[in-house]
Each structure stands twice: as structure tokens, then as C-alpha cells.
């Protein structure tokens, strides 16, 4: 019986250990949550990100999003904050890249068939609760043709 106990007590201790070392690399991200675009667009247009830990230090982000035809669509991605280009899941041929410029900036470095089409700047302020894009959008040859800007506020 005292082996028994030793042997839950042990099992606890480890669990209680892991999960002590597990949780703050989880929380330590500020941008983990749900995100809503602030936007003027009449219903049912909608936009949330939900950023969620990813392995060790990872993110994962999924958007789902509804057009003002009412069309919903779903794509996220995961990222390693190391630059890598990884896929996109429900977007054909997609791929993204993420790099930590401080610890509240990230550039965000989107590509279809290979070819950056996209940068975003993100920007967590000091609040804490919300997120500021700048997107730059990029032709054929790299050159800038558009820059546009979202504001995300925390919902959860």
C-alpha cells in the first residue's frame, strides 16, 4: 500500500511539475485570444483571429471570417516565430512566414505559388488588447501597390 501511495504521489508530483513548466511558456504570449476586426461593414461581415499555443513557443492562428454576401471562409497556419515558410491550411498554395521584430511586433510574410504577395506588420500595443496591421501588399516584381490598415480588439 505505502508503494502505491509513493507511486500516485510521485505521478502527482510530476503532473503538478509539468504543468507548473508547461503554462507560463503558454501564457506568455499577450496575443494568445480571440481578436475581432473593428470594422464599419454591415452584417454578416466578420472577422476573428484566434491566436493559440503552438509546440514550444509556437502560435497558431485561425481567421474565420464572413464576406457581406454572407460566405464564410476558414484558413489558419502555425508558426515558429523563425521566418519559415509554413502552409497555410484552407488556402490553396499558401504559404506563411513569421518574425519577431521586438516583443510587441511581428512581421508577417505571406506567399501564394511561391511568390510573396503580401507583408504584414503586427503590432501589439500597449494595451495589451489591441492589434494594429499595416498591410503592404506587393506586385509581380516586389514593388509596393498598396497599404492598408485593420485595427483587431481582444473579445476573449
Known amino acids: 500500500m505505502r508503494k502505491l501511495n509513493l507511486a500516485i504521489a510521485f505521478v502527482l508530483a510530476t503532473t503538478a511539475l509539468s504543468t507548473a513548466t508547461y503554462l507560463p511558456s503558454q501564457v506568455s504570449n499577450p496575443r494568445f485570444g480571440v481578436w475581432k476586426l473593428d470594422s464599419t461593414a454591415p452584417p454578416p461581415s466578420n472577422n476573428i ?13 485561425t481567421v474565420e471570417s464572413t464576406n457581406a454576401t454572407g460566405r464564410e471562409s476558414t484558413w489558419s497556419y502555425v508558426t515558429l516565430f523563425d521566418g519559415v515558410f509554413r502552409p497555410v491550411t484552407g488556402q490553396e498554395s499558401a504559404e506563411t ?3 519577431t521584430i521586438n516583443e510587441r511586433t511581428t512581421r508577417i510574410s505571406n506567399a501564394r505559388n511561391g511568390r510573396v504577395y503580401q507583408v504584414i506588420i503586427n503590432t501589439l500595443l500597449d494595451d495589451g488588447d489591441t492589434i ?3 498591410y503592404v501588399r506587393l506586385d ?11 485595427t483587431y480588439r481582444r473579445i476573449e
Open 49 to 61: 483571429m484566434t491566436y493559440e499555443p503552438y509546440e514550444d513557443g509556437g502560435m497558431r492562428i
Open 97 to 99: 512566414a513569421v518574425e
Open 132 to 134: 494594429n496591421n499595416e
Open 140 to 150: 509581380e516584381d516586389g514593388n509596393i501597390v498598396r497599404v492598408s490598415h485593420a
